[in-house]
């Protein structure tokens, strides 16, 4: 009887070894490929953004995001009939006021009557079961465009801005949110604003935290959208240095430690390593988002024949996913679940 030796990939060698290790009988077809699949993006996991501004019947695209628009309050309801009907489980509000209403001390944050707060409201009554996420931040509602209150030295100063969080958090958990989302990076955030919603009886309102957000270029899009862009300096005093890994293991550890249900590493394609080391680090539920500049670069390159856009978009969350996520914020999810679910 033939002998068989361990692996040998002399496949010119006719003396008696055979080649018993192939891979490849596992990818010989769609279903078996399907079969042996190791990672799967959770449809239930997909998070859509959406941007909401004042007025009434507004849809107003935004350039630099293909696909994407600014709505008011009445038409994000519709928006969110749409995504609902598509699969989405879940959206991340972020509000965009009048010019005129901005200040340095973002009052209308934490106005009851703001467009976040009468987002959720609408939404919430027409969807209840829809999960209502708000980002907790300043930055859209400043005169200045920075995520803090700035002294008179011109620097964030840390904790005034986290009392105007806390308030901010109350006001969005009153107006029906489920979970609220706090970008800013300041210190303490997380148990500034998990005291205020337990002393006001929010026990049941969850806190996802941007725990590992990065001074990223990928937000160039986000930034005509939301209309944030800071009058002067940048946000690299708050937002972490991206080539620090240890640090966001470091800001992840404390948000936990301060109460966060959910942490986030944002943004998404560049910093998989990060999100891993997260993933091994923690049991909590780990987001992360796929941001504005990493979605534009995909429509522009398959606009232009370059890529082929289902396919790309499909490799990327799977990407996102097989690093670790469990929640992927993304612009995608309305048009991949409709086509994943048909």
Not at 238 to 247: C, F
Request: hydrophobic share 45%; net charge negative.
């Amino acid at each position: 009887m033939t002998q068989v030796k361990p692996f040998d990939v002399a496949l010119g060698d006719r003396t008696g070894t055979r080649l018993i290790a192939r891979p490849r009988r596992l990818r010989s077809s769609a279903a078996m490929r399907g079969l042996v699949r190791e990672t799967r993006v959770n449809p239930d996991g997909l998070v859509a953004p959406l941007f909401v501004v004042a007025g009434d019947g507004v849809v107003q695209p935004i350039g630099s995001m293909p696909g994407v628009a600014r709505f008011s309050v009445d038409t994000v309801v519709r928006e969110c009939r749409e995504l609902d009907a598509a699969g989405v489980r879940a959206v991340l509000l972020f509000g965009i006021p009048e010019a005129a209403a901005k200040d340095a001390y973002a009052t209308v944050n934490y106005d009851p009557n703001g467009i976040v707060q009468r987002a959720a409201g609408a939404i919430k009554d027409a969807l209840p079961h829809l999960l209502v996420i708000a980002d907790l931040c300043n930055c859209e509602y400043t005169d200045h465009g920075h995520c803090g209150i700035v002294d008179a030295a011109g620097e964030i100063d840390n904790d005034r801005t986290l009392e105007i969080l806390a308030k901010t958090a109350l006001t969005y958990a009153r107006a029906g949110v489920d979970i609220v989302a706090p970008s800013d990076m300041m210190d303490g955030r997380v148990a500034a604003i998990r005291a205020a919603l337990d002393d006001d009886g929010f026990t049941k309102t969850a806190i996802m935290s941007y725990a590992a957000k990065y001074a990223s270029a990928f937000y160039g899009p986000f930034r005509e959208a939301a209309e944030s862009t800071p009058a002067f300096g940048d946000r690299r005093t708050y937002q972490m240095d991206p080539a620090n890994r240890r640090e966001a293991l470091k800001e992840v550890r404390l948000d936990v430690e301060e109460g966060a249900d959910i942490v986030m590493v944002k943004p998404a394609m560049a910093y998989l390593d990060v999100v891993c080391s997260v993933r091994e680090m923690t049991d909590l539920p780990l987001a992360v988002y796929h941001v504005s500049g990493e979605y534009a670069m995909l429509k522009a390159a398959a606009e232009r024949g370059w890529i082929d856009e289902d396919r790309a978009v499909d490799e990327t969350l799977t990407a996102i996913a097989r690093a670790g996520a469990d929640i992927i914020i993304t612009y995608f999810a309305k048009d991949y679940l409709r086509r994943t679910r048909s």
